[in-house]
């Protein structure tokens, strides 16, 4: 069945209208369509995707957003996130062709640690490289493996560094560990709520990291083939300009257009504070502001697209995590980067089996500064862009012993950088803040009525969990509304 998309909502009044078609929104369209409910996702830009996205340039495609695919479990493993989210959108596995990693690691001055899909990996290697802490280590996994709370509740939430200084002494090992944790998935300088870690190291080293053949393609298409086998309607190009309140609940959704639509519920994926903004109580023209929970953190990512593959350079592993400085610093820059410390990505070293991605790819992602960024005159844009590429590539270089700058200057095709500006323009996202506000709304309610929030700004991030929340929120705010007992039995856990 050829897909419509629409430019406008086909009806005027549907069960539920869902801001943003990104991960969060899809998977939430998708899981209540299967339920009948006549369900509309608004997206204010014509592609799908949202931070994961991908667009074209030279002729090629660039990924957005995807390193890797976190919570990747073998077949056969049961009741984990990404099982939970496969079968909860009915999607087989094979549909998203999930190739596991080869190997990544965190590099430190004088110090790495090597990590696989297999944690026993890490677990030596921590006891290779820091014997007195390895018992501490091992308690502090088992901890994370027995917190259950994923779906969050109230209470409070320690200082993730607090809980790991009670079984680890070691402050190099404590930065070492938090690192990936935080480029991956911490909305908060600094530090991070334990339930984010506990969240994050699941993700990342006790289950672990994988990638589609295609890239981000294949995850998009996938989405989009359920969300027209289950009848979601996608509006692209229909951005929400305005939620008119009326009595502690959304009586209508404006569009960018004009047009008003109305429905029982509204999800929205757009961020808290981006959300909250959007609503007008009629007799409060302007609303209230909110801006004591924005995130700040945002990063930049150069892209090189070279000859070869990354192995023919000698660069075995999928992902870099390093840092250059005395301590890790995970914060906003006061320069336009911070090039002290960042990721470096192949997408080539996955395995693939038989098949290799046609063209090398070396990506690097460094913490970056909004405002610098977006406070920029054009032409000083495009200089600080070349500019800071060559840094970036300079300092990710150390990392990659035998490869030198010469070697890479003379296989590269193409080359692209990304910046906060990009990803506030193509996402709305204040401070183009990849994990949104520090202050997580895990239960996804705001003070109105039928309005509730999903994806990152409801606590479960990256693309597992963007998915994941989308899911949950619509389970528990739309779905288990009924009484019907055996979709109660669907929507629990496995
Ligand atoms: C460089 C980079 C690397 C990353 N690497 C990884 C990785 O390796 N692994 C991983 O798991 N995650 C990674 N992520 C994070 C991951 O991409 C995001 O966490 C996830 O995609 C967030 O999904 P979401 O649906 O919650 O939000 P978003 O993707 O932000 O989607 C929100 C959507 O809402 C739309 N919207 C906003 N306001 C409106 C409005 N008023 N009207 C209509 N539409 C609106 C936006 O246009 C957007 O499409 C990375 C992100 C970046 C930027």
């Not at 002729?59 to 390193?67: A, E, F, N, S, T």
């Not at 339930?195 to 080293?205: G, L, P, R």
């Not at 979601?232 to 209508?252: H, K, Q, S, T, Y």
């Not at 504070?273 to 924005?294: I, K, Q, S, W, Y």
Request: glycine share 10%; net charge neutral.
């Amino acid at each position: 069945m050829p897909e419509t998309v629409l430019q406008a909502p086909g009806e005027s009044h549907y069960d539920v209208l869902i801001i943003g078609a990104g991960m969060a929104g899809m998977a939430a369209a998708i899981r209540l369509a299967h339920f009948g409910k006549k369900v509309c996702l608004l997206e204010r830009h014509t592609v799908i995707g949202g931070l994961n996205s991908f667009y074209k340039l030279g002729g090629r495609k660039y990924d957005v957003g995807l390193h890797a695919v976190t919570n990747y479990v073998p077949r056969g493993v049961r009741g984990t996130p990404l099982v939970k989210l496969l079968r909860q959108l009915r999607i087989h596995r094979e549909e998203l062709d999930l190739c596991e990693q080869l190997g990544s690691k965190v590099s430190f001055p004088g110090e790495e640690l090597t990590f696989t899909n297999d944690f026993s990996v890490l677990e030596s290697e921590v006891a290779r490289a820091f014997p007195g802490q390895v018992d501490g280590f091992r308690a502090l996994a088992g901890e994370v493996a027995a917190f259950g709370d994923l779906s969050g509740g109230g209470g409070g939430d320690p200082s993730a560094r607090s809980v790991i200084r009670s079984h680890i002494t070691d402050r190099g090992l404590e930065d070492m560990l938090l690192c990936p944790l935080m480029y991956y998935g911490s909305a908060r300088e600094g530090d991070m709520d334990y339930s984010q870690f506990a969240i994050m190291f699941q993700a990342v080293y006790l289950e672990g990291f994988a990638r589609p053949f295609e890239g981000v393609r294949r995850l998009t298409r996938t989405l989009l083939r359920k969300l027209r086998e289950a009848g979601a309607e996608r509006c692209m190009g229909c951005g929400v300009r305005e939620l008119r309140i009326d009595r502690g609940r959304v009586a209508g959704v404006i569009l960018d257009s004009g047009r008003e639509v109305t429905a029982g519920a509204v999800l929205s994926s757009a961020g808290v504070t981006e959300t909250l903004r959007l609503c007008r109580e009629a007799r409060e023209p302007e609303p209230p502001r909110n801006d004591d929970n924005v995130g700040r953190l945002s990063f930049v990512e150069s892209i090189t697209v070279f000859r070869g593959q990354p192995r023919d350079l000698g660069c075995d592993n999928t992902i870099i995590f390093y840092n250059d400085a005395g301590r890790f610093d995970y914060s906003v820059p006061g320069d336009l980067v911070d090039p002290r410390s960042g990721v470096i990505c192949f997408p080539n070293n996955f395995d693939y089996g038989d098949r290799q991605l046609p063209e090398g790819f070396f990506r690097i992602t460094c913490l970056a500064n909004c405002d610098g960024w977006c406070s920029l005159p054009e032409k000083e844009y495009r200089a600080q862009k070349e500019r800071w590429f060559e840094t970036m590539v300079a300092r990710a270089l150390k990392f990659l012993r035998p490869v030198n700058r010469e070697t890479l200057n003379e296989r590269t095709l193409a080359r692209d950088m990304f910046t906060p500006r990009t990803i506030t323009r193509y996402t709305g996202h204040i401070n183009g803040a990849v994990y949104g506000a520090p202050k997580k709304v895990k239960d996804g309610c705001t003070p109105y009525e039928n309005l509730f929030l999903c994806g990152t700004d409801q606590g479960f991030l990256g693309i597992t969990g963007a998915m994941l929340s989308g899911i949950s929120m619509a389970n528990r705010h739309v779905l288990s509304r009924k009484s019907d007992k055996s979709l109660e039995k669907m929507t629990q856990a496995p």
